[in-house]
T-cell receptor, first 115, second 116 residues
C-alpha cells in the first residue's frame, strides 16, 4: 500500500519570505500523480498544485512550485513571497495512475505566516 | 455558487442514532468520494462511486453505508453512530473524461459531525 509522509507538523515563515514544505511517499508504481492541497480555517480543501510522475518538469502555479524528485520519492512544495492568506494546513496526496482514483493523504503541515 | 455542496455543515447527534450526510455537485463529474478527516491523520477514504451503479469500499468503510441517488448526488449514512465517528467528513468529485483535469479531485466544504 502507498504511504505519504509529511515530517513537519508545523512550519512558520515571515511574510514575503520563502518556505518549503516536505513530503515523501512510498510506492512501487511508476505512473502516478501527486498533489498539494491547502486547508484554511474555513475547512475547505483547495487544490494548490499537481504533478504527473511521468513529467520531469516541476509544476508551478504562480507563487507555488514543487521540487519533484522521483528517484528519492520526494515532493516538496515551495511557497515564494509568502502572504498572510497562505496560513493553512497543507496536505500532500498521492494517486496511482490506474486504480480507483483514490487519494492517499499525508498527515498535514500547519503553516503559520508571521506579519 | 459552490460546485460541490454538503449538508449539513455541522451536526451533533447521539450514540445509536442514524444520520445521513448529503453531497451534491454541479460540476458534471461522474466520480464521487467520501472521506473522513481526523486530527493528525489527513483524509481517509470511506467509499467511492464511479457512476450511479458502481459503489466501492474505501480504506475505512466499516460502520458506514452510501447511496448514489443520481450522478450529482452521493449520500453517506451512519446507521448507528458511535463517538469515534466524530470527525470532519468531506465529499469530493472527479471527472473520468478527457478534459485534462480528470486526475484532480474537488472537495466540498466539509461536514463537522459530533457524536455524543
Amino acid at each position: 500500500a502507498q504511504t505519504v509522509t509529511q515530517s513537519q507538523p508545523e512550519m512558520s515563515v515571515q511574510e514575503a519570505e520563502t518556505v518549503t514544505l516536505s513530503c515523501t511517499y512510498d510506492t512501487s508504481e511508476s505512473d502516478y500523480y501527486l498533489f498539494w492541497y491547502k486547508q484554511p480555517p474555513s475547512r475547505q480543501m483547495i487544490l494548490v498544485i499537481r504533478q504527473e510522475a511521468y513529467k520531469q518538469q516541476n509544476a508551478t502555479e504562480n507563487r507555488f512550485s514543487v521540487n519533484f524528485q522521483k528517484a528519492a520519492k520526494s515532493f516538496s512544495l515551495k511557497i515564494s513571497d509568502s502572504q498572510l492568506g497562505d496560513a493553512a494546513m497543507y496536505f500532500c496526496a498521492y494517486r496511482t495512475y490506474n486504480a480507483g482514483n483514490m487519494l492517499t493523504f499525508g498527515g498535514g503541515t500547519r503553516l503559520m505566516v508571521k506579519p | 455558487d459552490a460546485d460541490v455542496t454538503q449538508t449539513p455543515r455541522n451536526r451533533i447527534t447521539k450514540t445509536g442514532k442514524r444520520i445521513m450526510l448529503e453531497c451534491s455537485q454541479t460540476k458534471g463529474h461522474d466520480r464521487m468520494y467520501w472521506y473522513r478527516q481526523d486530527p493528525g491523520l489527513g483524509l481517509r477514504l470511506i467509499y467511492y462511486s464511479f457512476d450511479v451503479k458502481d459503489i466501492n469500499k474505501g480504506e475505512i468503510s466499516d460502520g458506514y453505508s452510501v447511496s448514489r441517488q443520481a450522478q450529482a448526488k452521493f449520500s453517506l449514512s451512519l446507521e448507528s453512530a458511535i463517538p469515534n465517528q466524530t470527525a470532519l467528513y468531506f465529499c469530493a468529485t472527479s471527472d473520468s473524461g478527457t478534459s485534462g483535469d480528470q486526475e484532480t479531485q474537488y472537495f466540498g466544504p466539509g461536514t463537522r459531525l459530533l457524536v455524543l
